[in-house]
């Protein structure tokens, strides 16, 4: 890309963001006069760049990971998908941190003075710092992700963390917390830094794309999709052609895997699929027609997304989402996957297999009500082990029922999307995915400061 052979350009946009992001902090003073910013009071920690944009600079230099130039545009949107796009974007779930940032810069109750402020925000770009330690030079020494954070914050300002001891700070990591969990104790380390295993960030609250299955310091938030309008207009447009479109698939999986003989529950999809287009179907409740009779054309679509082809490239797979009722939503390497996100976008009913994968994860964003009026959970071992077909449990969920399911998740859509930063006020009444998370931390650590009597 442009910032690997052109290292002018490159510096010139680094300068741009900088100057974005100081302008972004002025305006947003002056544009929405808050109106109850009443126990919602943020500072932003003033840090030094190396610890954010220094460490885009360094954006192709890691060889094993991808050169991640090219999502660093639109502070971290990444590039339109086409040149006339207002709302689609080839968006890298990795660069939350960035989107965050930027978002943060017109939250509507910030504040410059660390003393009267709720919550502390430290714009660090924790998962881009973590490269070098995953797959860099300094594997071996993970353990020390967040030292030099930790130093700053305790000597710089001290008073700023020593006030509540570090639990009114949050940051955004923009991984699964798996890969920040590695145990002090494993030298050389298996797998991931240690950040969540040091005592020095305890206290701090971190929003991550994936929480361990009982985490004390992270939350999970939505991972970005492509979709990122500017206004309500470009949302509402999006939402009606979500509620038009025709179901023609009753089932879809948009991944890669599933290939070993080992049993699995995605090669139990894969199998299933495939059985159902050989044609050599039959289940117990039906010839490849839902109950009341109506049937689809397809029953089951696999979009093959095998060596990150889909990852930057939304149109391969929403296009099929739009068309399929049920978006089924295996565990992978870990338990969650962006493509969670990208089915409700396109209003396709996401299809659980363990509880892991969402329903115990994004309780701010998916709280259990909600979760249960617009999803479905299957047990994988019962599909594995016990011989349940998916096909059957679909297709025996009535029409009706699955019309006011399929409402359920447009409702979601607003707030599980990452608006565009600098979007209109129209757009910024409705709360999406960063309203919800920086609401869902503030009474988190609000509550954490009363119960310790830290006020
Ligand atoms: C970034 O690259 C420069 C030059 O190649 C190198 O000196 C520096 O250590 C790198 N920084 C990180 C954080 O990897
Ligand atoms: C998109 O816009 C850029 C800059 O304005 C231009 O260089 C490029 O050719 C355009 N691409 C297409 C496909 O129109
Ligand atoms: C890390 O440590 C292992 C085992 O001690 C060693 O084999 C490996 O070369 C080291 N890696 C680096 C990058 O130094
Ligand atoms: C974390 O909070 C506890 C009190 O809850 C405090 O004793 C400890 O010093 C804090 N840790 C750091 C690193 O400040
Ligand atoms: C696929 O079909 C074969 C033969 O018809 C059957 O033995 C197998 O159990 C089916 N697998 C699934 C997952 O439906």
Same mark, same amino acid.
């Given at each position: 890309?442009?910032?690997? +052979?052109n290292?002018?350009?490159?510096?010139?946009?680094?300068?741009?963001?900088?100057?974005?992001?100081?302008?972004?902090?002025? %305006?947003?003073?002056?544009?929405?006069?808050?109106k109850d910013?009443n126990?919602?009071w943020?500072?932003?920690?003033n840090?030094?760049?190396?610890?954010?944009l220094?460490l885009l600079?360094?954006? +192709?230099?890691?060889?094993?990971?991808?050169?991640?130039c090219?999502?660093?545009a639109? *502070?971290?949107?990444?590039?339109k998908?086409?040149?006339?796009?207002?709302?689609?974007?080839?968006?890298d779930?990795?660069?939350?941190?960035?989107?965050?940032?930027?978002?943060?810069?017109?939250?509507?109750?910030?504040?410059?003075?660390?003393?009267?402020?709720?919550?502390?925000?430290l714009p660090?770009?924790?998962?881009?710092?973590?490269?070098?330690?995953?797959?860099?030079?300094e594997?071996?020494?993970?353990?020390?992700?967040?030292?030099?954070?930790? @130093?700053f914050?305790? *000597?710089?300002?001290? !008073?700023?963390?020593?006030?509540?001891g570090?639990?009114d700070?949050f940051?955004?990591?923009?991984?699964?917390?798996?890969?920040?969990?590695?145990p002090?104790?494993?030298?050389?380390?298996?797998?991931?830094?240690s950040?969540?295993?040091?005592? !020095?960030?305890?206290?701090v609250?971190?929003?991550t794309?994936?929480?361990?299955a009982?985490?004390?310091?992270?939350?999970?938030?939505?991972?970005?999709?492509?979709?990122?309008?500017?206004?309500?207009?470009?949302?509402?447009s999006?939402?009606?052609?979500?509620?038009?479109?025709?179901?023609?698939?009753l089932?879809?999986?948009?991944?890669?895997?599933? %290939?070993?003989?080992?049993?699995?529950?995605?090669?139990?999809?894969?199998?299933e699929c495939?059985?159902?287009?050989?044609?050599?179907?039959?289940?117990?409740?039906g010839?490849?027609?839902n109950?009341?009779?109506s049937?689809?054309?397809?029953?089951c !679509?696999?979009?093959?997304?095998?060596?990150?082809?889909?990852?930057?490239?939304?149109?391969?797979?929403?296009?099929?989402?739009?068309?399929?009722?049920?978006?089924l939503?295996?565990? &992978?390497?870990?338990?969650?996957?962006?493509?969670?996100?990208?089915?409700?976008?396109?209003?396709?009913?996401?299809?659980?297999?363990?509880?892991l994968?969402?329903?115990?994860?994004?309780?701010? *964003?998916l709280?259990?009500k909600e979760?249960?009026?617009?999803?479905v959970?299957?047990?994988?071992? @019962?599909?594995v082990?016990?011989?349940?077909?998916i096909?059957? $449990?679909?297709? &025996?969920?009535?029409r009706?029922?699955?019309?006011?399911?399929?409402?359920? $998740?447009i409702?979601l859509?607003?707030?599980?999307?990452?608006?565009k930063? &600098? +979007?209109?006020?129209?757009?910024?009444?409705k709360?999406?995915?960063?309203d919800?998370a920086?609401?869902?931390t503030?009474?988190?650590?609000?509550?954490?400061?009363?119960?310790?009597?830290l006020?």
């Amino acid at each position: 890309m442009a910032c690997k +052979s052109n290292p002018n350009f490159f510096f010139f946009f680094l300068f741009t963001i900088f100057i974005e992001l100081r302008f972004a902090q002025q %305006i947003s003073r002056t544009e929405i006069v808050p109106k109850d910013c009443n126990g919602r009071w943020i500072h932003i920690r003033n840090l030094p760049s190396r610890f954010n944009l220094d460490l885009l600079s360094n954006c +192709s230099e890691y060889p094993i990971f991808d050169d991640f130039c090219p999502y660093l545009a639109n *502070h971290g949107l990444g590039q339109k998908t086409h040149n006339r796009s207002h709302s689609w974007y080839r968006t890298d779930p990795s660069m939350l941190e960035l989107i965050f940032h930027r978002r943060m810069l017109e939250y509507p109750c910030l504040t410059s003075d660390p003393d009267s402020a709720n919550a502390i925000y430290l714009p660090y770009y924790a998962s881009i710092d973590a490269l070098k330690y995953l797959y860099g030079p300094e594997v071996n020494s993970s353990a020390e992700h967040g030292l030099e954070l930790f @130093d700053f914050l305790h *000597h710089n300002q001290p !008073e700023i963390w020593n006030r509540r001891g570090g639990h009114d700070h949050f940051l955004v990591m923009a991984r699964p917390a798996w890969d920040f969990s590695q145990p002090l104790e494993n030298d050389p380390p298996i797998w991931g830094t240690s950040f969540l295993e040091l005592p !020095e960030f305890f206290n701090v609250t971190a929003l991550t794309l994936e929480g361990r299955a009982w985490p004390w310091q992270e939350q999970a938030i939505p991972y970005p999709t492509s979709f990122h309008p500017p206004n309500l207009a470009f949302l509402e447009s999006w939402l009606q052609r979500v509620k038009r479109s025709k179901r023609t698939t009753l089932m879809l999986f948009a991944g890669g895997g599933g %290939i070993s003989t080992t049993p699995n529950i995605r090669r139990s999809i894969r199998d299933e699929c495939k059985n159902s287009t050989d044609g050599d179907y039959t289940s117990n409740s039906g010839n490849g027609r839902n109950r009341d009779g109506s049937p689809y054309s397809n029953l089951c !679509e696999v979009v093959d997304c095998s060596n990150g082809i889909c990852e930057h490239d939304p149109v391969r797979y929403l296009r099929p989402m739009l068309q399929a009722t049920f978006c089924l939503q295996p565990p &992978g390497d870990t338990p969650t996957r962006r493509s969670t996100f990208d089915g409700i976008l396109a209003g396709c009913i996401p299809v659980f297999f363990e509880d892991l994968s969402a329903k115990s994860q994004y309780k701010w *964003h998916l709280p259990d009500k909600e979760f249960e009026e617009s999803t479905v959970t299957i047990p994988k071992e @019962d599909v594995v082990f016990k011989g349940v077909k998916i096909l059957d $449990v679909l297709m &025996g969920i009535p029409r009706a029922r699955i019309r006011r399911m399929r409402e359920k $998740v447009i409702e979601l859509i607003p707030k599980v999307m990452y608006r565009k930063h &600098g +979007s209109s006020l129209g757009l910024r009444t409705k709360k999406d995915a960063v309203d919800i998370a920086i609401e869902g931390t503030l009474q988190k650590i609000g509550m954490r400061v009363q119960e310790l009597n830290l006020e």
